[in-house]
């Protein structure tokens, strides 16, 4: 089962002026094969090439642009300046919108879940809000940056923790339009009586409860004993890595968690009414909306190139 690990950001929770500092913790390991390509001659790593698909020329990485499709073989190319400029702002806090009905959302909208523990002695606000939640069985909807990527997310008690779980965007979540699906009810369906009885006893044979280290990964087991087995038999091979040339730059930006924190409650206003004054004001605007986001040094390209390249975000940035 994935446990917790290393913090991989750390922020606060807000709602109204109440702030709780938090640390963010992984609650999901990809336990998937991973496969590398070698050279079956030479048993060296196969990597990538940038590859005109038209000349089948490589091409330096200066000479690529971005550009986006809006129409078939037709786009727009967007500078590195254009995309700087409408970023999302960090401001390291976890910005609760509302309250809703913990069945409110569809399990279809949930992607990635985080832990999230307490830090700064934050225990006391972090378990009131955990037991308001559990009392009233409300889960928080928020918004919040995870290496420049702006996420909907909801924050919801699960035992003695809060998970954050990331969820997808309402335009991202495919539609029933098109699909054959039958009348809702058993007499839309043509469902009789008996066989409704029979499947209820079916379901009330096979009943369990929740054990998710009784499910493993069929696949993953069978490919590693046969790694295990070639191991065992001295059949292997060493690859050997190329040395890549040390990245230019300085590391991650280091950012003062206390000034941050302190700052985010300065004024009045609640994420929902910030929210509502952000679109009124335009999308520009709301991209910058928070105190913090306007006091914070706008990054070149390049400088952003290096600070992606930081571990400390890393595994973060794999995960958004």
Not at 41 to 60: A, C, H, L, Q, S
């Amino acid at each position: 089962m994935a446990t917790g690990s290393r913090t991989l950001w750390k922020g606060a929770i807000t709602f109204g002026l109440i702030h709780i500092p938090v640390g963010l913790h992984t609650a999901s390991t990809d336990q998937g094969v991973d496969f590398d390509w070698l050279d079956r001659r030479t048993m060296d790593p196969v990597g990538y090439k940038r590859i005109n698909k038209k000349t089948g020329k490589e091409i330096d990485k200066d000479d690529i642009v971005k550009g986006v499709a809006y129409e078939d073989g037709k786009y727009v190319v967007i500078s590195a300046e254009e995309i700087e400029e409408v970023y999302p702002r960090t401001t390291q806090t976890i910005e609760l919108q509302c309250f809703i009905d913990a069945n409110e959302i569809p399990f279809v909208y949930l992607e990635r879940p985080y832990y999230v523990a307490p830090i700064n002695k934050g225990q006391k606000v972090y378990a009131l809000l955990r037991e308001v939640l559990i009392k009233t069985g409300k889960v928080g909807l928020a918004k919040v940056v995870l290496a420049t990527k702006q996420h909907l997310a909801v924050l919801v008690p699960s035992g003695p923790a809060l998970v954050l779980n990331l969820l997808r965007w309402g335009d991202e979540v495919k539609t029933l339009e098109g699909l054959d699906l039958p009348a809702a009810g058993t007499q839309g369906a043509h469902v009789t009586p008996a066989e409704m009885k029979m499947a209820e006893q079916l379901v009330k044979d096979m009943a369990g409860t929740w054990q998710p280290d009784e499910f493993k990964n069929e696949f993953k087991q069978a490919v590693m004993k046969i790694i295990d087995k070639k191991v065992k038999a001295g059949d292997t091979e060493t690859v050997l890595q190329p040395e890549e040339e040390a990245p230019s730059g300085g590391g991650a930006e280091v950012i003062d968690l206390t000034e941050l924190l302190a700052r985010s409650l300065k004024g009045a206003s609640t994420p929902r009414t910030r929210a509502a004054d952000a679109r009124k004001a335009g999308p520009k605007s709301s991209s910058r909306s928070s105190g913090v986001a306007r006091k914070a040094p706008a990054k070149s390209a390049s400088k952003r190139a290096a600070a992606k390249k930081a571990g400390a975000s890393g595994d973060l940035r794999k995960a958004a």
